[in-house]
């Protein structure tokens, strides 16, 4: 096996964007439940992500939801994630909380609504434009109950006229990426359900257009690692949307349902050169922390993807390849099998000394006493919450 040491310059180059609804009250049809100290304003949200990068030093950047986020000046938002020691990085559009999109947004029947839809595309590009952003990512609730409700080919020539509209926006230096999801709100069709989907959208689209996968929007049972090796082999894999499923959309903490999953996207996204900065693959969160406190869940999210991380990184390539040639099942199986089970904690927490870091930052957050802090400050005004 690859030794620990070897690895940590690849460690170094970690970047996991959270999202900023990941601070916000979040729940079920059944319950949102509000916690002290919630943030009320994207400036809190902010300030609350950049204490996750300060004791793991794995989080940039943050991702903000329109008009989730809107405030009137992005500058000055910018600015301010900057004093912190962050930045803004991707924008995510919002086309699924208006009653002008009960049928849809993008794939819309009636023109007017379609406008309607990408008229807002344009605004998150103006807003990308003064947050420096490089991706616009594109999730759609878009999709029909009932067999007959719609013209499911209809909508998907809508679908690629309204993108097309959209991308001719994007500027040299920025991203559109097209996220999927298999079912919900939409239960009997979804225009962008899968991979393939996303995928001959946005290659009709150009070479800035990329595909987003989120590890939560798949039927039980789908083997991911094998569409991040093929999305990784078209040139079509832009970035992640990392979190946890036992059920559904279920937005829990990555790496906690099936941290071995995790392993094995992860160590396809290495192999295939989906790992770095100038990789063109992007690492985020897309989670809620419904009954947990939010800045611990987040702090435990970004250490389950560096555990996991470092355990793909530790597996023996070359032993891995001289394996599978030989034809030898079960040694090649055992190769990876064995960085699987490495516990790296140790070495991790070692590591993190060595630069300056506690050694366990879920331990150092506790003891920081901000999470009083908050609780004490926050009072009054609405918590921002997801749909806040
Ligand atoms: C809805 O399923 C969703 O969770 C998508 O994954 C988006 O990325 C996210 O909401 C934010 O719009
Ligand atoms: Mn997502
Ligand atoms: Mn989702």
Known sequence: ??????????????????????????????????????????????????????????????????????????AALRDYAQSLGVDLGTINSNTFQDDDYKFGSLTHVDPKI????????????????????????????????????????????????????????IGDEQRLVLEYKFFEPAFYHTDVPDWGTSYVQVLALGDKAMVCLDTGHHAPGTNIEFIVAQLLRLGKLGSFDFNSRFYADDDLIVGAADPFQLFRI??????????GADSGVAFMLDQCHNVEDKIPGQIRSVLNVQEMTARALLVDGEALTAAQDAGDVLGANGILMDAFYTDV????????????????????????????????????????????
């Open 266 to 275: 992860l160590y396809e996204v290495i192999r295939g050169g989906g790992y």
């Open 114 to 169: 379609r406008q309607k839809a990408i008229d807002h595309h344009f605004e998150c590009i103006d807003i990308m434009n003064q947050t420096g952003s490089r991706d616009l990512k594109i999730w759609l609730a878009d999709g029909t109950n009932y067999p007959g409700q719609g013209d499911i080919r209809g909508r998907q020539d809508r679908l690629a006229d309204s993108l097309q509209k959209i991308y001719a926006r």
């Open 1 to 74: 096996m690859t030794d620990f040491a070897s690895i940590t310059p690849r460690l170094a180059e970690q970047a996991i964007e959270l999202p900023s609804w990941a601070f916000g009250n979040s729940g079920t049809r059944f319950k949102v439940f509000g916690t002290p100290g919630t943030p009320r304003t994207p400036q809190e949200k902010i300030a609350d992500a950049a204490q996750v990068n300060k004791f793991t030093a794995l989080s940039p950047t943050v991702a903000l939801h329109i008009p989730w986020d809107k405030v009137d000046d992005y």
């Open 345 to 388: 904690r140790p070495a991790l927490a070692e590591w993190r000394e060595s630069r300056g870091l506690d050694g366990d930052p879920f331990a150092a957050y506790a003891a920081s006493g901000y999470q009083a802090k908050i609780a004490a400050d926050r009072v009054g005004g609405t918590q921002a919450g997801w749909g806040a």
